[in-house]
Structure formats: C-alpha cells, structure tokens
C-alpha cells in the first residue's frame, strides 16, 4: 500500500499563496498517477489537478486553470500544489490520492492522504 500524508495548509488572505505537499511512503512512487481533489463543508469531493507519473502530462479544473500548478519530484516521492491568487471559494479540506493512470474522477485513485485544510479568508 501507498502511504500519503498532506502538508501545507493553513489560513491564508485571498490573493495569498500556499503550496501544498505530499509525501508518499515507497520507492515505487514515481509509477503512480497523482492527483489533488479537495472537499468543502457540504460539498462532494471535487477534482482539482492531476499529473502522470512522469510529470509530462497534467491536467487541472476549469476554477483553478491558471492558478494552481501541480508537480512532482519523484527523486522525494514528493507531489506539490502550488495554489496562487486564492479566492475564499478555494477554502477545502485538499487530499493527495495515487492511481495507475492519471484522471480527473476520484474512483480511479486507489490510495488516499489524510488531508489538510486551506482556509482562505476575505
């Protein structure tokens, strides 16, 4: 089993930033897909980025395209989330999760952090 644990989050200004961290526990990291979704009070879990294994592909939702930069590091077994110009609206629970191919449906991730908050205040 993959083991993930978030870090990063916290409470920040709107136009703020954060970056966010995911740490994996094997050496097989670098085979995996990995993506960001994130879950507000009252809200399903949403879809946020995603990238290959390699890094060579990603892929974001439409409300942060252009804000948010995902990456890896896979000598660190590391996936970041770069979260620039952050509105209110971004204000989440954000987990990491793992999969075999890269996707925007949380289904097909097979392994999950914990999460960490992102509070963005007005």
């Known amino acids: 089993q993959v083991q993930l644990v978030e870090s990063g989050g916290g409470l920040v200004q709107a136009g703020g930033s954060l970056r966010l961290s995911c740490a994996a526990s094997e050496r097989t990291f670098s085979s995996y897909a990995m993506g960001w979704f994130r879950q507000a009070p009252g809200k399903e879990r949403e879809f946020v980025a995603a990238i ?41 629970v954000y987990y990491c999760a793992a999969g075999r191919i890269v996707a925007r449906s949380a289904a097909l991730y097979a392994y999950w952090g914990q999460g960490t908050q992102v509070t963005v205040s007005s």
Do not use: H
């Not at 974001?60 to 770069?82: E, M, P, W």
């Open 52 to 92: 290959s294994w390699s890094g060579g592909s990603t892929y974001y939702a439409d409300s942060v395209k252009g804000r948010f930069t995902i990456s890896r590091d896979n000598a660190k077994n590391t996936v970041y989330l770069q979260m620039n110009t952050l509105k209110p609206e971004d204000t989440a």
